[in-house]
């Protein structure tokens, strides 16, 4: 079974971008040319990790965080750096927008996905009704 069938998917987050590649990540932080944008994404690589992606001197810091029990989660940051557990990510989140917690750069701004746009219904129109072509002609006369 994938790890990622019993996870349950932060969606609750305005920063949680899902499967997101590498590259959309990296254009969506570097965008502003801001250090401490932020975001959530889906790891390429490890099925049921989630990636904590940072800018900083228009690079992209990637930190990996598990899930250890469900909902308590562990971030990597610095090499030899104390094993820390958070309750969920809001509070993990939380602890990195304060500056020298472990990351490159602290968190500043999100960067949230974008609500996707609502689908519009469109209704069928019957083109009889429309036009009506009474010949074998290529044109048709449009009725008022």
């Given at each position: 079974?994938?790890?990622?069938?019993?996870?349950r998917?932060?969606?609750?987050?305005?920063?949680?971008?899902g499967?997101l590649?590498k590259?959309d990540?990296?254009?969506?932080?570097?965008?502003?040319?801001?250090?401490?944008?932020?975001?959530?994404?889906?790891?390429?690589?490890?099925?049921?990790?989630?990636c904590?992606?940072?800018?900083?001197?228009?690079?992209?810091?990637?930190?990996?965080?598990?899930?250890e029990?469900?909902?308590?989660?562990?971030?990597?940051?610095v090499?030899?750096?104390?094993?820390?557990?958070f309750?969920?990510l809001?509070?993990?989140?939380s602890?990195?927008?304060?500056?020298?917690?472990?990351l490159?750069?602290?968190?500043?701004q999100?960067?949230?996905?974008?609500?996707?746009?609502?689908?519009?219904?469109?209704?069928r129109?019957?083109?009889?009704s429309?036009?009506?072509?009474?010949s074998?002609?290529?044109?048709?006369?449009?009725?008022?």
């Amino acid at each position: 079974m994938d790890y990622r069938d019993i996870r349950r998917l932060p969606t609750d987050l305005p920063y949680y971008h899902g499967p997101l590649s590498k590259k959309d990540c990296e254009n969506l932080l570097l965008k502003d040319g801001i250090d401490g944008n932020f975001l959530l994404r889906d790891s390429e690589s490890l099925p049921g990790v989630l990636c904590l992606c940072v800018s900083f001197k228009n690079l992209v810091y990637t930190y990996r965080i598990f899930e250890e029990r469900r909902g308590f989660y562990n971030i990597q940051t610095v090499e030899g750096a104390p094993k820390q557990i958070f309750p969920n990510l809001k509070e993990l989140i939380s602890k990195f927008e304060k500056p020298s917690q472990g990351l490159v750069v602290h968190l500043i701004q999100p960067i949230k996905k974008a609500s996707s746009c609502p689908r519009w219904r469109r209704s069928r129109i019957k083109l009889d009704s429309i036009y009506e072509n009474n010949s074998n002609s290529d044109y048709v006369e449009v009725l008022p």
